[in-house]
């Protein structure tokens, strides 16, 4: 979950790090009077767009202009679209007279935490990465040890920073691991670092993103997770949102449901399992209308929200139900969820295909109840994930004549 | 013989008396798995299926000699009860919850690594060596329909995967020396390279299939180690997720590691790899069985 910049920000400041004064203002109004109290009419305040997205300065997100002018840009900045979303909220905080901007992160790498130093802030780091790598200093850190004075100042004399900057710049570093590894963050971005006129240091940009799997030691960031955003940042849809209802209010894993514009429902488990059929339904001619992972559950109610979000879109023409072998899930359980929804909305299975391949423990129970609709396809003992692909989309194709595809593709 | 566990592999539960843990035990008793001991803190003097449970760790292992955990309890205290195993001198440990909080995974894979101990997980269903030994979850009710004995090791993120491909070579009458999912987080304990390098050492597997996917640097490190002579028996990978490069970087689509964040974390450019380096790669699990079978001729 990212953090927006005034809430990270203020959990920074809460461990005395040396961060601007800034806050959150919901309109032009308020940007006017907040602006006012940081600085002097013909003084400076910067002004921001308060989102997620990233990039901002590019977007005209951004802008430094004098207090008296705060009402203007922030009415302007209030009228702007980024990633979908309008923009609701800023952030005023007190201008910066800028001597040195540097870049520092933390983030993961499949190993552990890693750090990562540059001279170049105050630009698109992912830029200066392509132009000059050598401009980065990467290093691991140690999450037992974590991570000690004298390393950080040997990534900052390595990525070349003047001498009598070196402990100041290293001190810093360590706080910051340390608000990191305290907030149990997956990322923090700081960029621009910045060294003042004065010869501060100052926090000035940050983005900061946190786990989600520790909200359980921090109970305030539950409130505001943003939970509306889907893949590439696009808002959820009506049916993804369901499901993460359902996910919230029943117990067990979490199933995972993304929507895409094919035709054929996936309702298949397995991390892997789910990609490689995923995979196989396009090698075999068809397109998923979505994407799921679902993982075990003691009841139904997962499986029947997640059944609903697909059989709820017009476009799906048919239902693949594909497990890998279930070894520690009960298939009755599934097929419950399959029995409930087929009824509620009385799918007629001779007409709607239905494939189901599905085998472990409580089989024999599952298969009693698919029994009960005529036309499910429930795959023999044995028959193969790619099987059950090719099954699927053949069946869909057979229903809908050969055009289908072609039809779906306008919508 | 096998990889990290084998007939005498004496195992302890801890989070014994939770709903998980119950089913399997069940399962992996049946199976002829040696459960001696079980761990849920204030239910010390209960039983599980007939398996003692103790208060702590150390009770447990002074009682039974457990030398192996398979380790039940919720991902936020999954760093705790490792540790705890850790400090009795439990050398192979299998951490089953999955979405272990980031900064207590690679804490605790560093604990692992510095006790010179073993850790699979986390978010893994398991690990077998047919017809000795299972921890875990792992092949369910019908272990022998899946994994058959022989001389194939099998790794994998994924415990699904690791079955289908495990009952594809049994279709074809080969059988599986150990098989070992890896787990599915995007921190775990054993790399994929390590696996590998331990069927490397072990006279009785001759060969070895992965399952990999987009994310995560576990096979680069697998091609440098073929491409550097340290892996020569041969491997056989099934890639999947060609599909995700249709969709936006940063989309996790299966496990959470299973992200494209550079282009090198994509399905293609794994496959490409892998290939680069001599490993076989197979689209579908069914030419799997084939091209052991012509690596090893």
Redesign the interface.
């Known amino acids: 979950m990212r953090l927006l910049e005034d809430k990270s920000k203020a959990l920074l400041r809460q461990v005395g790090l040396p961060v601007p004064r800034g806050e959150l203002a919901r309109s032009a109004d308020e940007a006017s009077r907040l602006a006012q109290a940081l600085a002097g009419p013909d003084e400076r305040v910067a002004i921001k767009a308060l989102v997620a997205a990233g990039r901002r300065g590019k977007s005209g997100a951004v802008a430094v202009c004098k207090s008296a002018e705060a009402a203007e840009v922030a009415a302007r900045i209030l009228s702007l679209t980024l990633d979908h979303k309008q923009v609701e909220q800023l952030y005023i905080e007190e201008a910066i007279d800028i001597a040195d901007e540097y870049y520092l992160a933390f983030a993961?790498?499949?190993?552990?935490?890693r750090v990562v130093v540059s001279l170049r802030g105050g630009v698109d780091i992912e830029a200066v990465a392509h132009e000059s790598p050598k401009a980065l200093v990467n290093h691991d850190i140690?999450?037992?040890e974590g991570l000690r004075n004298w390393q950080a100042a040997a990534l900052w004399d390595q990525a070349g920073a003047p001498s009598d900057q070196i402990p100041g710049l290293s001190a810093l570093t360590v706080r910051l691991y340390a608000a990191f590894?305290d907030n149990?963050s997956?990322m923090l971005e700081i960029n621009p670092l910045v060294r003042t006129t004065q010869g501060d240091w100052a926090v000035v940009g940050t983005m900061m993103e946190v786990?989600?799997?520790?909200l359980?030691?921090h109970p305030a960031w539950q409130a505001q997770a943003d939970e509306t955003a889907g893949?590439?940042?696009r808002p959820l849809t009506l049916g993804e949102r369901q499901v993460e209802e359902a996910n919230k209010r029943y117990a067990g894993?979490a199933t995972?449901y993304?929507e895409?514009d094919g035709e054929i429902g996936l309702l298949v488990?397995?991390?892997?399992?789910?990609?490689?059929q995923?995979?196989?339904i396009?090698?075999y001619g068809g397109r998923?209308a979505n994407?799921t992972?679902f993982?075990p559950t003691?009841t139904p109610d997962k499986q029947v929200a997640t059944l609903e979000a697909i059989l709820d879109r017009p476009q799906v023409r048919g239902l693949l139900v594909g497990?890998?072998?279930?070894?520690?899930a009960r298939c009755d359980i599934m097929m419950q969820a399959l029995e409930i929804v087929l009824e509620r909305r009385s799918v007629d299975t001779r007409k709607f295909p239905i494939v189901v391949r599905l085998?472990?423990?409580y089989e024999p129970e599952a298969r009693a109840i698919a029994a009960r609709f005529p036309g499910i396809n429930y795959l023999p003992p044995?028959a193969?994930?790619?099987q059950a692909c090719e099954a699927i989309v053949n069946a869909v194709r057979q229903r809908d004549g050969p055009s289908s595809s072609s039809r779906e593709h306008k919508t | 013989m096998s990889i990290l566990i084998n007939r005498y592999t004496r195992v302890l539960i801890q989070g014994a008396t939770g709903?998980?843990a119950r089913?399997?035990i069940k399962y992996c008793l049946e199976y002829g798995t040696k459960i001696v001991a079980g761990v849920t803190p204030g239910r010390g003097g209960e039983h599980v299926e007939g398996v003692p449970i103790f208060n702590t760790v150390d009770a447990a292992v002074r009682a039974t000699g457990a030398n192996a955990s398979a380790i039940y309890v919720p991902?936020?205290a999954v760093g705790e009860a490792i540790d705890e195993a850790l400090d009795s001198g439990i050398g192979m440990l299998l951490s089953l919850a999955?979405?272990?909080?980031?900064?207590?995974a690679?804490?605790t894979?560093?604990?692992v690594r510095?006790a010179g101990a073993h850790l699979v997980g986390f978010?893994t269903?398991g690990l077998i060596s047919p017809g000795q030994c299972k921890m875990g979850?792992?092949?369910?009710?019908?272990t022998d329909a899946?994994y058959a004995s022989g001389r194939i090791g099998v790794c994998?993120?994924?415990?699904?995967?690791s079955?289908?491909i495990s009952?594809?070579l049994k279709?074809a009458g080969l059988g599986v020396s150990t098989a070992v999912s890896m787990g599915?987080d995007?921190?775990?304990g054993l790399r994929l390279v390590e696996v590998l390098r331990m069927f490397e050492a072990d006279p009785e597997t001759d060969a070895s299939v992965i399952?990999a996917?987009?994310g995560?640097?576990?096979e680069a490190e697998v091609a440098e180690a073929v491409r550097s002579g340290q892996l020569r028996k041969p491997i056989v990978a099934i890639v999947?997720?060609?599909?995700?490069e249709r969709?936006?970087?940063?989309?996790?689509?299966?496990?959470v590691?299973?992200m494209i964040q550079s282009d090198a974390d994509s399905a293609s450019a794994k496959r490409q790899l892998l290939e680069q380096s001599g490993i076989k790669v197979a689209?579908?699990?069914?030419e799997i069985p084939d091209l052991i079978t012509r690596a090893l001729s």
């Open positions: 993961f790498g499949d190993l552990g935490p140690d999450p037992v590894r149990d997956q786990d989600d799997n520790a359980f030691r893949p590439g940042g894993g995972r993304i895409l488990s397995g991390g892997g399992a789910s990609l490689y995923h995979d196989l396009l090698h998923p994407h992972d993982s003691p497990c890998n072998f279930l070894q520690l085998f472990g423990p044995g193969s994930l790619a | 709903s998980q089913f399997d991902a936020r999955e979405n272990v909080p980031r900064h207590d690679a804490r894979v560093a604990r510095r978010n269903n979850g792992i092949g369910g009710d019908r899946i994998s993120r994924s415990g699904g995967m079955a289908e009952y594809t279709q599915g995007p921190i775990v399952y996917e987009p995560g640097t576990h999947v997720g060609v599909f995700q969709y936006p970087r940063g989309a996790s689509f299966g496990h590691a299973a689209t579908l699990l069914d």
